[in-house]
Nanobody, 120 residues
Framework: QVQLVESGGGLVQPGGSLRLSCAAS????????MGWYRQAPEKQRELVAR???????DYADSVKGRFTISRENAKNTVHLQMNSLKPEDTDVYYC??????????????WGQGTQVTVSS
């Protein structure tokens, strides 16, 4: 069993910053990739940023240059530093982790989601 706990969402004015964090715990052998996705009501969940164990990174075009993803492998933790936030960044942000449990079974786990609201 693998659990993800997210923190750091909230309300911020346009141009402001927020930092999201996600910690994975449980029966983890290794995590291949951790990432952040976001979803607005009645829309599909979309990738924001993802980082692999080897620190290969992908960003959505809409956040490049504004968001930075980082990872602490020893702590099974991923962070998303969000700067220059825009109203269109308002969404529920979900953490995702893909890896193997101690029984060498694949897991693809989602966090509960954290609301990010950018508004004046």
């Amino acid at each position: 069993q693998v659990q993800l706990v997210e923190s750091g969402g909230g309300l911020v004015q346009p141009g402001g910053s927020l930092r999201l964090s996600c910690a994975a715990s449980g029966s983890i052998f290794m995590i291949n990739a951790m990432g952040w996705y976001r979803q607005a009501p009645e829309k599909q969940r979309e990738l924001v940023a993802r980082i692999t164990a080897g620190h290969s990174i992908d960003y959505a075009d809409s956040v490049k240059g504004r968001f930075t993803i980082s990872r602490e492998n020893a702590k099974n933790t991923v962070h998303l530093q969000m700067n220059s936030l825009k109203p269109e960044d308002t969404d529920v942000y979900y953490c995702n982790a893909l890896g193997y449990t101690n029984l060498r079974k694949v897991f693809d786990q989602w966090g509960q989601g954290t609301q990010v609201t950018v508004s004046s």
